[in-house]
Every structure is written in structure tokens, then in C-alpha cells.
């Protein structure tokens, strides 16, 4: 178990535990993030980071363990109690997802109408506040399938910003792009970081991750394999794993 | 058939292949029909029969096709639902209708189902007969259940080929299901099925036709009576025919306009 963190965490996973059929995803996982913080998730693919990181919105349901935010557990069969958590948690996708049908800036305004109940006005404002936030002012009137992948992206994380979560939760959000393209979505959740955004990221990117994070979880097999600051968890492992995965990557 | 570059037709056909030839056929023959029309009193007294009809193809279809859409969308929601049950019914439903001759359909709403739903009103204290069910609705409601078994299947299959990642989106901002549904996956079904349910709505108004065998007057049973007192088959089966081919016709251009605007942007 990860030492008790001096703050209330804003997120946190107990015990998680998942299986698909026979492969044991999540073993017993717990994870708390606290506010303001930026936890990178890394590890090798098939580690169940990806798995992790949907169980704390429940995209996946886990088969035993708990997801609490701040300290009240939530309930996934509870639609009311479901929708109320992933208003506060935010997720941005490998793919992006935007909606194809709506205009970006409508794919922003359509949730925080729905979800926030704003006016139909007050939510284009913040839709086109959130695009010119992530520096896409001049995207606003275009289709998502007329933006590059980059772009997609961004507009993608103002989508997430639009509902104000809590929390945001990046599911690789580079990797669909090619390296040119890391870039400017890179920076942009510097930026959110730098604004003390709470925020879990999934990634391969080691060197975001040590140069962003507070609290790097270094995964493998369905278990937290080490917890800490970049310094201790990818400069100084304790594990040979974990030495060998970051090893690996530095190399590489 | 299939071209070296593997597409069905060539990328970037001569102007002179790219002409509508068949619309200009059609429409030739259409000036020639028109003229006849215009020239012949025969042929104008068939036309003005016809058009006494065209009312009641229009309405019938008018009013079965959104009640067959309605009913395919509620059944597309029992196909893909994770209620067993609702599962089941709704594959009970779409089974049986899209297992049955339309025409046998017709009959069997006509003839069985109305009555009995008369006899079972009335033992709930109504007092019908069943002529009081026009023979118009029994024929609607018919073509909207026979219908409503393939834009079941139409809308099933539009609402399962949408990517998993956008119900996943809508649901991780927070939307309720039915948000999700309304707001995201059913527009996006609705673009994706177009041209299948333009395809529908032409079978439909074709299949209106079948109104005739209950005595309903729409176009067809105006060109059976017309015949059957003048013995004029040519005449009235060749504007009959093209009455129902400038019907389709219209469908067919307003549902590809439909498609053109939504095609710009398609995922």
C-alpha cells in the first residue's frame, strides 16, 4: 500500500481488481491521486494501465475493489450517482472521439448544456473560451473530421474541460499521433498542469511523465509495481522491473 | 466489373458516360406520355382518374412510413437492448413480420387482427363494429408493422457499425444514456442508414399498391376500375406505371439531396 498522502486525495482506487475471462487485468490495485497533482501511469503494454485508468470512471467496471472521490465511494449501478462521477472526471482518449456530427465547437457546448445545464449561449461562450484556451479560437466553425490529428486532440481535451471536471484522465493521448504532432498536445497539458490541473495520465512518453508528474505508478501484470516521484520511480527503480522497463526506454 | 485499381466503376468517367442517360430516357418518355395527355381526351380522362387516387398512395405512405420508423426504432432499441426479454420480442416481432408476404400481412390485419381488437374493446365496454375501422387505416397500420421489421434491422445495423469510442465518449463526459442515444449515436445511425431508408420508402409507396386488393381507391385501384368499365389496359397501365415511377423518382432525388449535404463531413 502507498504511504497515506499528507492531503485528502481527490481520486482514489482500493483494491482494484479485474479479469477478462482467464487474464487477471488489475490485481488488486490502489492508486490515490491528490489535488492539483499530475500522476503518470507507465508501464509496459499489456499492463493494465489502460484498464486502471477506465475503472476510475468505470468504463470498465471492476470486478472487486472500490473508486472513491474525495473519500465517498461510488456506487457504478447507481445511473444517478455514474453520471454525477463522470462529470468530475474527465477523460480524453487515444482516439480522440470527437463527434463527427457536430461542429467542434458544438462537440464542446453539447456537454456542458447537457451535463451543466447551461444556456444554449452560455454554452457556446465556453466552448469557444475552452477552443481559444487550447489555441483552436479559429477551429471553432469546423468539422472534426477537417482537423489534423493534433488538433483533434486538443479540441478533444477542451471537450473534457467543458463539464469542469475534478480530475482528467489522458488514456495515451499521444499515441495515435505521429511525433510531430505530440507536440502541441503535450503542451497543452503542460499547461493544464501548470494550472494545477488534477490530472492521471496513461502514456509511454517517459519523458513527459518526468518532466510533469508529481507521482509517477509504474505497472506490470496487473500490479502496482512502484509508487513515487519521477526522481525515485523512473531515475532510481527499486525493482528490477521497473529497472528494466526504464532502462529500456532511456536506451531506446 | 471491378477495374484494375480494384473500384467498381472507372474513378473519372467521360463527361459522355457521366450523363444521365436513363433520366433522360425517362424523360422522354414522360414528354411523350405528357403529350398524348395533353392531345387525347382518352388519355386525359385516365390521367384525371388516377390523380383522384394519388391522394390516398401519398397518405398512406406519408403516414406508414414514419409509424414503420417509429416502430423500427423502438425494436432496434429491444435488439440491441441487454434486457433478455426485450431482446427476444423483439427479435420475435422482426422474425415473424419480415417472414411473411406484405399482401398476407395485409390480410391478416384486414381481417383478423382489427376484428378482434374491435371484440376485445368492445368486451372492455366499448361499442364498435368493425366497420367503423376504415379499411385506410387497417392498411396503414399493416404497412407500418411490415416495415417496421426492416427499419428494425436497418437502424440495428446502423446503431452497432457506429465506433464503440463514441457512446464511450458521451457517457465519459457524464451524458445519461438516453442523451447519449439522442444526442450522439442516433444522428450519426440516422446519416449512416440514409440510403437504406430512402430504399425503404420507395419499397413502401411501391408496396401501397397492395391497398387495392382491400377496395381502398388510391392510384391503383383508380386504373383496376377504370379498366374493368372501359377495358383500356394499355392506356391506364402505362400512365399508371408512370405515375408510380415519378413518385420514386422524387424520393429517390429528395434522399440522395439528404445524403449530398450530410456526405461532406461523414466520419
Redesign the interface.
Known amino acids: 500500500m502507498p504511504p497515506e498522502p499528507a492531503t485528502t486525495p481527490v481520486l482514489e482506487a482500493r483494491g482494484l481488481t479485474k479479469r477478462f475471462d482467464t487474464l487477471v487485468a488489475l490485481d488488486a490495485v490502489s492508486i490515490a491521486v491528490a489535488p492539483g497533482t499530475v500522476t503518470a501511469i507507465l508501464g509496459p503494454s499489456g499492463s493494465g494501465k489502460s484498464t486502471l485508468l477506465r475503472c476510475l ?1 468505470f ?1 470498465v467496471v471492476p470486478d472487486a475493489g472500490e473508486v472513491l472521490f474525495e473519500r465517498a465511494q461510488i456506487n457504478p449501478r447507481d ?1 444517478a450517482a455514474l ?2 462521477h ?2 468530475r472526471v ?2 480524453v ?1 487515444q ?1 480522440f ?5 457536430l461542429l467542434v465547437w458544438e462537440n464542446i457546448a ?2 456542458a448544456r ?2 451543466r445545464h447551461l444556456s444554449a449561449d452560455a454554452a457556446r461562450k465556453r466552448a469557444l473560451a475552452l477552443l481559444d484556451r487550447v489555441g483552436l479560437a479559429d477551429k471553432a466553425d469546423a ?1 472534426p ?2 482537423l489534423s490529428g493534433g488538433q483533434q486532440q486538443r479540441a ?1 481535451i477542451a ?2 474541460l ?2 469542469e471536471p475534478a480530475v482528467l484522465l489522458f488514456d495515451e493521448p499521444t499515441s495515435a499521433l505521429d511525433p510531430e504532432l505530440t507536440g502541441e498536445v503535450l503542451a497543452v497539458m503542460r499547461q493544464l498542469a501548470s494550472e494545477h490541473t488534477t490530472m492521471v495520465v496513461v502514456t509511454h512518453d517517459v519523458e513527459f511523465a518526468r518532466q510533469a508528474a508529481t507521482q509517477v505508478v509504474f505497472m506490470d501484470a496487473g500490479r502496482v509495481i512502484e509508487t513515487g516521484s519521477p526522481a525515485q520511480v523512473i531515475d532510481a527503480p527499486v525493482t528490477e522491473r521497473a529497472r528494466r522497463f526504464f532502462s529500456l526506454k532511456s536506451a531506446g | 466489373m471491378i477495374g484494375p485499381d480494384g473500384a467498381l466503376a472507372p474513378e473519372r468517367p467521360s463527361l459522355l458516360a457521366r450523363a444521365p442517360w436513363w433520366l433522360l430516357v425517362l424523360a422522354l418518355a414522360a414528354v411523350l406520355i405528357g403529350w398524348r395527355v395533353v392531345t387525347d381526351a382518352l388519355w386525359r380522362d385516365i390521367a384525371s382518374r388516377l390523380l383522384d387516387g394519388l391522394g390516398l398512395t401519398l397518405l398512406v405512405t406519408a403516414i406508414a412510413f414514419p409509424l414503420a420508423l417509429g416502430i423500427g426504432l423502438f425494436s432496434a432499441l429491444g435488439l440491441v437492448s441487454r434486457n433478455p426479454l426485450l431482446r427476444q420480442l423483439a427479435t420475435l416481432y422482426v422474425q415473424v413480420v419480415r417472414g411473411l408476404p406484405v399482401l398476407v400481412q395485409i390480410f391478416i390485419v384486414a381481417f383478423v387482427l382489427v376484428p378482434l381488437g374491435v371484440e376485445a374493446a368492445n368486451a372492455l365496454g366499448a361499442q364498435l363494429s368493425a366497420q367503423d375501422v376504415p379499411m385506410v387505416a387497417r392498411v396503414i397500420a399493416a404497412l407500418a408493422f411490415a416495415y417496421g421489421a426492416f427499419e428494425a434491422e436497418t437502424l440495428r445495423g446502423g446503431l452497432t457499425s457506429l ?1 464503440r ?2 457512446a ?10 438516453w ?1 447519449t442515444l439522442q ?2 449515436l442516433l ?2 445511425t440516422f ?1 449512416r442508414v440514409l440510403p437504406t431508408l430512402g430504399n425503404d420508402l420507395i419499397c413502401l409507396l411501391k408496396d401501397s399498391a397492395l391497398v387495392s386488393v382491400l377496395g381502398v381507391r388510391d392510384i391503383t385501384q383508380e386504373a383496376r376500375l377504370y379498366q374493368s368499365a372501359t377495358f383500356r389496359y394499355t392506356e391506364s397501365l402505362v400512365l399508371l406505371a408512370f405515375f408510380y415511377l415519378a413518385l420514386t423518382l422524387l424520393v429517390a432525388l429528395g434522399v440522395r439531396a439528404l445524403e449530398n449535404r450530410y456526405r461532406r ?3
Open positions: 470512471n468504463l445511473d453520471n454525477a463522470r462529470a474527465g477523460m482518449f482516439q472521439n470527437l463527434f463527427p456530427h453539447l456537454a447537457l451535463v468539422h473530421t477537417q478533444a471537450r473534457a467543458a463539464v | 465506433p469510442g463514441q464511450e465518449a458521451a457517457r465519459a463526459l457524464g451524458l445519461s444514456r442523451q444526442h450522439i444522428p450519426q446519416r463531413h461523414a466520419a
